[in-house]
């Protein structure tokens, strides 16, 4: 029976120096990166969650647990190939992925495009069907007063 179901996904990560910033696989010259096992890309993160829960497939922490060491510094972009790997074999498809970025800083519209692009190369879907939007809160709340960075994400998916 063909059938289309939702799936939402967040993630938040606190700034941390040292590390470089990487939102939606893209390195972003910025003077903090984000603090997480993996490399703490939150959009991406997001991402995963929200496919994952359209699936019926649980979460990125029960595929992708912090405690296995080898996904200790992995690029995100990577998980993201896994789960689309696991979405195909289980004949589910992606129809469209929208997104929100949540930080005061930086500016995520000038990397929207590469985002999406990188995105979409990984998961095989037109670039159309992706949204992300850059957000800021007024600097209020933790990204406002820049100590990190949030991610939501929703996607409707044909299973």
């Known amino acids: 029976m063909d059938r289309l179901r939702i799936g939402n996904?967040?993630?938040?990560?606190?700034?941390?120096?040292?590390?470089?910033?990487?939102?939606g696989g893209k390195k972003i010259d910025y003077r903090f990166g984000l603090q997480g096992h993996s490399d703490a890309d939150v959009l991406i993160h997001s991402i995963?969650?929200?496919?994952?829960?359209?699936?019926?497939?649980?979460?990125?922490?029960?595929m992708f647990p912090d405690t296995d060491r080898q996904y200790k510094d992995i690029s995100s972009i990577k998980l993201l190939a896994r789960v689309s790997?696991?979405?195909?074999?289980?004949?589910?498809?992606?129809?469209?992925?929208?997104?929100?970025?949540?930080?005061?800083?930086?500016?995520?519209?000038p990397h929207v495009e590469?985002?999406?692009?990188?995105?979409?190369r990984?998961?095989?879907?037109?670039?159309?069907?992706i949204g992300i939007k850059?957000?800021?809160?007024?600097?209020?709340?933790?990204?406002?007063?820049?100590?990190g960075i949030a991610a939501y994400a929703?996607?409707?998916a044909h299973v």
């Open 9 to 23: 996904g967040f993630d938040v990560h606190p700034f941390v120096i040292g590390r470089d910033l990487i939102l």
């Open 48 to 62: 995963i969650d929200s496919l994952l829960g359209a699936a019926g497939m649980g979460d990125i922490g029960g």
């Open 85 to 109: 790997e696991n979405l195909k074999s289980r004949d589910i498809s992606i129809i469209n992925i929208d997104s929100v970025i949540v930080c005061q800083e930086p500016k995520v519209a």
């Open 114 to 120: 590469e985002m999406k692009q990188n995105i979409s």
């Open 122 to 129: 990984v998961l095989d879907i037109d670039v159309s069907r």
């Open 134 to 147: 850059g957000k800021t809160t007024e600097g209020l709340g933790f990204t406002g007063r820049i100590e």
């Open 154 to 156: 929703v996607c409707l």
